[in-house]
């Protein structure tokens, strides 16, 4: 079976800074997958790439067997590909409903203005946000505002969704909440990818870890593999956090 993304050989540069080093990654329908690796290591260059904000010098990018790598990152979205950003941004004045409803507008394939808001209302819902609805959406509390990001990401309809840290200054409840999210939208069949530090959480939730250094992709495997990958533990988690690891995967 094709992948639902390819990325083939993806290079990208800024100036002498070779950010993403000819990565080769496949993904599938539903996979929950962790990108890790080292600060600037290339992780959030290769979601640039994918997304359309920054273009490869090398290599391709599809979706469904298709070329995105040459359109415009407003229409490689409506295709499918949604990310949400290591700080959260919605429109502070517009409520969380309204936020979501915005996004789905953009997103296409709903009619009408009152189709947009009950899809809204429904992704409010699914990411338990629905007491929160009418509220501005500066005025939610950072757990919620991370909520509100994945109910925006998914009012697009997307196939495969990025994470950027989306766990990032959340307490050990709403991380629970929030894997317990990224479980079920990946249920929906919807691919996931997370960029994340919490190894603690990339090891629970994720069924694949990919490992970055230098723009390359050092290891790609079962987390348990890969924790225990010598190159992986010398580049990024250190002997004896990898051995922890190591005991609570065994468990
Ligand atoms: N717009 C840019 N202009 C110049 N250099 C850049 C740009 N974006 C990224 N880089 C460089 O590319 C390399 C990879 O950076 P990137 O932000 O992709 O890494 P990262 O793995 O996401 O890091 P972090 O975990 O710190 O977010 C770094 O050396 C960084 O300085």
Same mark, same amino acid.
């Given at each position: ?42 992780? !959030?260059?290769?979601?640039? %790439?994918?997304?359309?904000?920054? +273009? ?5 990018? +599809? ?9 415009? $990152? ?20 517009? !409520? ?13 394939? %709903?009619? !009408?203005?009152?189709?947009?808001? /009950? ?12 007491? /929160? ?10 757990? $919620?505002?991370?909520?509100? /990001? ?26 629970? &909440?929030?894997? /317990?999210? &990224? ?8 691919? &996931?990818?997370? &960029? ?36 992986? %533990? ?18």
């Amino acid at each position: 079976m094709s992948a639902l993304l390819a990325i083939e050989g993806v290079t990208r540069r800024f100036g002498g800074v070779t950010a993403v080093d000819d990565v080769t990654l496949r993904i599938g329908r539903g996979e929950i997958v962790g990108l890790i690796g080292p600060n600037g290591a290339g992780k !959030t260059t290769l979601v640039n %790439v994918v997304t359309g904000v920054h +273009r490869a010098q090398a290599g391709a990018v +599809r979706l469904d067997g298709v070329r995105i790598d040459r359109l415009r $990152s407003d229409r490689i979205a409506r295709l499918g590909v949604a990310r949400t950003f290591q700080v959260v941004q919605p429109f502070p004045r517009m !409520t969380a409903l309204e936020n979501v409803q915005a996004a789905a507008l953009f997103g296409g394939g %709903v009619a !009408t203005l009152a189709a947009a808001r /009950e899809r809204a209302a429904a992704h409010l819902a699914f990411c338990r946000l629905d007491q /929160e609805a009418d509220k501005p959406a500066g005025a939610l509390s950072l757990a $919620s505002r991370k909520r509100l /990001e994945l109910a925006k990401s998914l009012a697009i309809g997307p196939k495969i969704l990025f994470l950027d840290e989306v766990n990032a200054g959340l307490n050990p409840a709403e991380i629970d &909440i929030a894997l /317990e999210l &990224i479980r079920a939208i990946a249920g929906r069949g919807v691919a &996931i990818v997370l &960029i994340e530090h919490l190894m603690k959480v990339v090891t629970g939730v994720c069924g694949r870890i990919v490992v970055l250094k230098q723009g390359r992709v050092i290891a790609d495997g079962a987390p348990r593999d890969v924790v225990a990958n010598p190159a992986v %533990v010398e580049a990024y988690l250190g002997r004896r956090f990898a051995e922890h690891l190591a005991a609570e995967a065994r468990q």
